[in-house]
C-alpha cells in the first residue's frame, strides 16, 4: 500500500468522522492569534483560492467539464465590484458592498450560462480549449472597453464591506471573512455531491449517453454545474477585488485559470481536503517563500552558497564561462517564487500526475477509480 | 396500434449512415428480437429509438407519442429504459447508487418493491450494494445493467446484447430473466449476436443487414429458416 495513503490514515483516520470538520476549522479559526500579518495575508490568498478551488471542483471534478477559462467568472465577479463601487468608474454609481455582493454572484452564474449554452455539445479536449478561449475575450474586453471597466489604468478604492460601524479592512478581519465564504462554499459544495444532482453530475461524467439514457436531463445539469462553478468564482472576485482595493485587467490573465486547475488537480479532484492542501502548496509556499523572514532565515546559509559557488567557479576552469553563479542565499526563495516558479508547478504537476494521478488527497470516489482495476473493495451494506 | 412503431427509420453518424430505411414494430407484451451481423445497424436502431442519437428520417411512435425531436430524458419518462451495448455501468457510483441511478426521472420516491424485486432476479447484487459498480465481474455488470433499467418500471426495455461476454451458464439465466421480466409485464426489443437463444425466447424477429430489414417473422420461423441458420447459426 501506498505510504503516503497510509500515513493519512492513521492521523485523521481514528477521529470520528463527524468531529474533524469542526476540530480542524477551531484550530484554523485560533491562526490569527499565532501569526503576524503577513501569514494571515498569505492565508487570505489560501483561502481565496480554497474558494475558487472549491467552486471550479464543482465544474471539472464533479461534472467532468474541463474549465480553462475560469479567470473569467473571478474577472466578471471583481469588475462588478469594481465598476459598481469605484469612485474612477465609468458609471459613477458608489453602490454598497453588500448590495453589489450578491449581483456579482449573480452576474458572474449567467456568464456561467452564456458560456455553458455554445459548449454543451463538446466534450473533453475541445470544451478545454472553447473555455480556455472564453477566459482571453473576458481579458481582452477588460483592456479594451475602456468606456465599461476603464481599460488598462484599473479601478481604484474598491468599496470594502461594512456590518454598522464596523469595517472589514485588517488583514486578521479579511481572514475570518475569507474563512466563513470558504466554509459556506464547501458546505454547499459538499451537500451538492451527495444529493441527486451530485448523482445526476457523477453520471455525465462518466458517460453522458447513459447517464440521459437514465433520465437524466443533460442540458439542465451540466448549465447547473457551469452556474454554480461560475457564481463562486464571482464570489471570489468579489472578495479579492475588495480586498485588494484596486484592479486592472493584468490580474485577470490565464494564469489565475491555470493556478485554480492546479489546486484542484494536484489536491485530488473532487476532493475537499484536496483543494485545501492544494491551495496551501501552490499559493502559501509561493508566498512564505517571498517573506522577509524566509530571506533572513536563508542569508545564514551564505557559506553554503559561497561553497557551491566554489564548486561551480572550479567547474568553470574546465569548460569555461559556461555557468552563472548562485544569487545571495537571502535571495534564494524570492527567486525560487518569482522566475523558476513555473518550472517548479509544473514539474510539481507532471510528478503528481505520474506518482499520484488521484491527487495527494483523493476523493472517495476518485480512489475508487484508480483502484478498482487490481483492487476489488469488499462488499459492505448500502449507503 | 402497436407499442411501439418505426417506420422508414434513417440514422448514422456523420458521413456513415448505419441505418437505412427500416421499419418494425413490437407489441405490447412481445419480445421481439433484432439479429444480424457485426455493423448490421443494431445498436444504432435502438440509440435512434431511444434518443441517444437523433434520427435523420423517419417515424418512432411509443404509445402514442412521437419520439423522433424528443431529448431522451423524457423519453425515459414516457416509459422506455435502454440498457446500452457494453452495459454503461457507472464505476464510480456503488451497486445502490446505480439502481437508483435507473430510478432517476420517477417522480415517486417509492423505490423499496422495486428494489426487492431486482434483489430477487440477481441475488448477487443484494450481496454487493456497496461495492462500486466498476468492481463488479462483467455478468454481474450485466445484472445491474438490466437490474437499473428495471428501476424505472419500463414498459418497454430496450436490450443491447446482454449475453456479451458471458458463461453459458450465465446467458441461460439472462435469458431466462429476460422471459420472466416480460411475463411480468413489460415489453421487450432485444438486440443479440446470440442468435439462436434470441429466437427461442422471441415471439417476433426481425434479420438486419448493412442497415435494412432483409427478413422477418416469428421467432420459430426465422430459427428454422435455411439462410437464418446458415448465416447466424453456425451451419453449413
Ligand atoms: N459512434 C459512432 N461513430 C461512427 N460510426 C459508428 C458509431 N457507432 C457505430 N458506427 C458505425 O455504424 C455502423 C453500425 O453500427 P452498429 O453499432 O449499429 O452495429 P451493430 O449492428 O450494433 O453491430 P455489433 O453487433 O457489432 O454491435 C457500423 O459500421 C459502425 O462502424
Ligand atoms: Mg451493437
Redesign the pocket.
Known amino acids: 500500500m501506498n505510504p503516503i495513503r497510509q500515513l493519512g490514515d492513521t492521523t485523521v483516520g481514528r477521529l470520528p468522522a463527524a468531529a474533524r470538520w469542526p476540530l480542524f476549522l477551531a484550530l484554523v479559526a485560533m491562526l490569527p492569534f499565532l501569526l503576524s500579518g503577513v501569514w494571515i495575508q498569505m492565508l487570505f490568498f489560501v483561502g481565496l483560492f480554497i474558494v475558487l478551488g472549491l467552486g471550479l471542483n464543482v465544474v471539472v471534478g464533479f461534472a467532468g467539464l474541463l474549465d480553462l477559462g475560469y479567470v473569467a467568472f473571478f474577472a466578471a465577479g471583481a469588475y462588478s465590484l469594481g465598476i459598481m463601487t469605484s469612485p474612477g468608474s465609468p458609471f459613477d454609481l458608489n453602490m454598497n458592498f453588500w448590495l453589489v455582493l450578491p449581483l456579482g454572484v449573480l452576474i458572474a452564474a449567467s456568464f456561467g450560462v452564456l458560456l455553458g449554452l455554445p459548449v454543451l455539445p463538446l466534450r473533453g479536449d475541445y470544451l478545454a480549449i472553447v473555455t480556455l478561449g472564453f477566459g482571453e475575450i473576458i481579458r481582452l474586453f477588460l483592456v479594451n472597453r475602456e468606456d465599461v471597466t476603464a481599460g488598462s489604468q484599473g479601478l481604484s478604492a474598491i468599496a470594502r464591506p461594512g456590518i454598522g460601524s464596523f469595517r472589514i479592512e485588517t488583514f486578521t478581519h479579511w481572514f475570518y471573512f475569507i474563512l466563513v465564504a470558504a466554509v459556506i462554499v464547501g458546505f454547499i459544495a459538499s451537500r451538492l455531491r451527495d444529493s441527486r444532482i451530485g448523482r445526476a453530475w457523477e453520471a455525465i461524467r462518466e458517460d453522458e449517453d447513459v447517464a440521459a439514457a437514465m433520465g437524466v436531463n443533460k442540458v439542465k445539469y451540466k448549465l447547473m454545474a457551469f452556474a454554480i462553478g461560475a457564481s463562486v468564482g464571482g464570489l471570489g472576485g468579489v472578495l479579492y477585488a475588495s480586498f485588494i482595493g484596486f484592479i486592472n485587467p493584468a490580474a485577470f490573465s490565464l494564469q489565475v485559470s491555470i493556478d485554480v486547475i492546479a489546486v484542484v488537480i494536484i489536491g485530488g479532484m473532487g476532493s475537499t481536503p484536496g483543494v485545501i492542501l492544494g491551495s496551501l502548496v501552490l499559493v502559501g509556499f509561493p508566498r512564505i517563500l517571498q517573506f522577509k523572514a524566509t530571506a533572513d532565515f536563508l542569508s545564514k546559509f551564505e557559506w553554503l552558497r559561497d561553497g557551491l559557488n566554489g564548486i561551480i567557479a572550479a567547474a568553470d576552469t574546465v569548460v569555461p564561462g559556461s555557468i552563472g553563479r548562485l544569487p545571495a542565499a537571502s535571495e534564494w526563495g524570492r527567486e525560487l517564487s518569482d522566475d523558476t516558479r513555473f518550472i517548479i508547478f509544473g514539474a510539481l504537476l507532471v510528478a503528481i500526475m505520474v506518482l499520484r494521478p488521484e491527487g495527494l488527497v483523493p476523493s472517495r470516489r476518485r480512489q475508487l477509480e484508480f483502484e478498482s482495476d487490481d483492487q476489488p473493495v469488499p462488499a459492505g451494506g448500502a449507503a | 396500434m402497436a407499442l411501439l412503431e418505426v417506420s422508414g427509420l434513417i440514422a ?3 458521413a ?1 449512415t ?2 437505412k430505411g427500416i421499419d418494425l414494430a413490437v407489441e405490447e407484451g412481445e419480445i421481439v428480437t433484432l439479429i ?12 435512434a429509438v431511444s434518443g441517444i ?1 437523433r434520427p435523420r428520417a423517419g417515424t418512432v411512435t411509443f404509445g402514442g407519442r412521437r419520439l423522433e425531436r424528443m431529448a431522451p430524458h423524457r423519453i425515459v419518462q414516457l416509459g422506455m429504459s435502454h440498457v446500452p ?1 457494453g452495459r454503461g455501468i457507472f464505476h464510480r457510483l456503488s451497486v445502490y447508487e446505480n439502481l437508483l441511478m435507473g430510478a432517476y426521472q420517477r417522480k415517486d420516491r417509492d423505490l423499496d418493491s422495486d428494489l426487492q424485486r431486482v434483489y430477487e432476479l440477481f441475488p448477487r447484487l443484494k450481496e454487493r450494494l456497496g461495492q462500486p459498480g466498476g468492481t463488479l465481474s462483467g455478468g454481474e455488470q450485466q445484472m445491474l445493467a438490466i437490474g437499473r433499467a428495471l428501476m424505472a418500471r419500463p414498459r418497454l426495455l430496450l436490450l ?2 446482454p449475453s456479451m461476454g458471458l458463461s453459458p451458464l450465465l446467458v441461460e439465466t439472462i435469458f431466462a430473466t429476460i422471459t420472466s421480466i416480460r411475463d411480468q409485464g413489460a415489453t421487450v426489443l432485444l ?1 443479440e ?1 446470440n442468435a439462436l437463444m434470441a429466437l427461442e425466447i422471441a415471439d417476433r424477429a426481425y434479420v ?1 443487414e448493412s ?1 435494412q430489414v432483409t427478413l422477418k417473422g416469428t421467432g420459430e420461423e426465422l430459427g428454422r429458416d435455411d439462410s437464418v441458420r446458415r448465416a447466424y447459426l453456425g451451419e453449413e
Open positions: 448514422g453518424y456523420g456513415i448505419a441505418v444480424g451481423s457485426n455493423g448490421a445497424g443494431k445498436s444504432t436502431t435502438l440509440r442519437i451495448e443491447d446484447e438486440v449476436q438486419l442497415g
